[in-house]
């Protein structure tokens, strides 16, 4: 498939999000013409909003990055607030995407869709073959709908719906709310706290042998644009980065960034979830893409990003 992003318009929900504004800085180097909306404008839940919005509109193309996300604490204490949000929005958008004769979406789903126990690097037909880890299976229930939903408009409609299954991701624009965010801005946020006020230890969740993939968004956006110019098919696809890590290890790479020098405190009343989760995202780099940003390089340029934003960053998080 052949589907050039230059003169098309392009919907990008959630583009106020870590993942949508990474997608509108990626696409501003296409000559695309870019669409965005606010909640104001158009609020994601509500059918007959988006309906409106994308008759009047008319885009070429929707891109799902809109979602309601969070990380271990924040899923399992708002089960029904994932559930409920994550399957009206994507619902929403891809019944109305085909209303409005919109023939290129792009769904984005997550590697907590995938059982817990799957065989590591999970590959794509793991999906379905046993239970969820169920600190995340509200929002993972909601995912898999979303990409049955794209598989089902491209086998009744022949729409050219497809779903990407990114890995963890962190870069700017992120939640650094410490109850609803994710390990990397939480650590960012806890480490640099204990440093400036010269703490001697800095507390991490579980025990720190959980593993995690992780991916700057920026690597995403940039995969997401090669798989809207030519990835048609029905099966998700994973876009990874290839290699994981100890939380532990996590920990001491944003210690060594943030330049702190104190001790690791593990809260072993906190949950590990799932031991490990990385993806097998051989199907991507075979079509020829790959990532480009080191974790520790990715992870300088957030906490630079977190230090020139940083009150705001805090404060959008309470
Ligand atoms: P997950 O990949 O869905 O489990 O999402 P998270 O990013 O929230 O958690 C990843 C791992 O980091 C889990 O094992 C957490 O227990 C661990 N972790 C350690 N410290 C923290 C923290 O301060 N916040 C979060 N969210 N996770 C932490």
């Given at each position: 498939?052949?589907y050039?992003l230059?003169?098309k318009r392009v919907f990008v929900s959630g583009h106020?999000?870590?993942v949508g504004?990474?997608i509108v800085?990626?696409l501003?180097?296409?000559?695309c013409e870019i669409l965005t909306a606010?909640?104001?404008?158009v609020?994601l839940?509500?059918?007959?909003?988006v309906e409106a919005y994308l008759a009047r509109t008319r885009p070429d193309c929707v891109i799902i990055a809109a979602a309601?996300?969070?990380?271990?604490?924040?899923?399992?204490?708002?089960?029904?607030?994932?559930?409920?949000?994550?399957?009206?929005i994507e619902a929403n958008l891809v019944h109305g995407a085909h209303l409005a004769d919109v023939n290129r979406l792009m769904f984005l789903?997550?590697?907590?869709?995938?059982?817990?126990?799957?065989?590591?690097?999970?590959?794509?037909?793991?999906?379905?073959?046993?239970?969820?880890?169920?600190?995340?299976?509200?929002?993972?229930?909601?995912?898999?709908?979303g990409?049955?939903l794209c598989?089902?408009y491209r086998?009744?409609?022949?729409r050219s719906y497809i779903s990407a299954?990114?890995?963890?991701?962190?870069?700017?624009?992120?939640?650094?709310?410490?109850?609803?965010?994710?390990?990397?801005?939480?650590?960012?946020?806890?480490?640099?706290?204990?440093?400036?006020?010269?703490?001697?230890?800095?507390?991490?969740?579980?025990?720190?042998?959980?593993?995690?993939?992780?991916?700057?968004?920026?690597?995403?956006?940039?995969?997401l644009?090669?798989l809207l110019?030519?990835?048609?098919?029905?099966?998700?696809?994973?876009?990874?980065?290839?290699?994981?890590?100890?939380?532990?290890?996590?920990?001491?790479?944003?210690?060594?960034?943030?330049?702190?020098?104190?001790?690791?405190?593990?809260?072993?009343?906190?949950?590990?979830?799932?031991?490990?989760?990385?993806?097998?995202?051989?199907?991507?780099?075979?079509?020829?893409?790959?990532?480009?940003?080191?974790?520790?390089?990715?992870?300088?340029?957030?906490?630079?990003?977190?230090?020139?934003?940083?009150?705001?960053?805090?404060?959008?998080?309470?």
């Amino acid at each position: 498939m052949d589907y050039p992003l230059a003169g098309k318009r392009v919907f990008v929900s959630g583009h106020r999000g870590m993942v949508g504004s990474a997608i509108v800085r990626r696409l501003e180097r296409e000559d695309c013409e870019i669409l965005t909306a606010g909640r104001s404008e158009v609020d994601l839940i509500r059918q007959s909003e988006v309906e409106a919005y994308l008759a009047r509109t008319r885009p070429d193309c929707v891109i799902i990055a809109a979602a309601k996300v969070g990380g271990i604490m924040a899923n399992s204490s708002y089960p029904a607030d994932f559930l409920y949000q994550n399957m009206m929005i994507e619902a929403n958008l891809v019944h109305g995407a085909h209303l409005a004769d919109v023939n290129r979406l792009m769904f984005l789903g997550s590697s907590c869709i995938y059982p817990k126990f799957a065989e590591q690097p999970i590959v794509e037909e793991s999906l379905l073959t046993g239970p969820l880890e169920p600190t995340n299976e509200w929002y993972a229930i909601a995912k898999i709908a979303g990409i049955k939903l794209c598989q089902a408009y491209r086998k009744q409609f022949g729409r050219s719906y497809i779903s990407a299954m990114p890995t963890n991701l962190y870069g700017p624009n992120d939640n650094f709310d410490l109850t609803s965010s994710h390990v990397i801005p939480a650590l960012m946020r806890k480490v640099h706290a204990a440093k400036v006020s010269g703490a001697p230890s800095v507390e991490v969740w579980g025990t720190g042998t959980p593993l995690r993939e992780f991916m700057h968004v920026d690597d995403l956006a940039d995969a997401l644009a090669f798989l809207l110019a030519r990835y048609d098919e029905a099966e998700h696809i994973n876009v990874g980065y290839g290699s994981d890590t100890p939380i532990r290890e996590l920990a001491e790479t944003i210690m060594d960034v943030v330049g702190y020098e104190g001790e690791i405190a593990f809260d072993t009343s906190k949950p590990d979830g799932t031991p490990r989760k990385i993806m097998d995202s051989g199907k991507l780099h075979a079509l020829g893409w790959t990532p480009r940003i080191d974790l520790k390089a990715g992870l300088a340029q957030v906490y630079e990003w977190y230090l020139a934003n940083q009150p705001d960053a805090d404060v959008a998080a309470q």
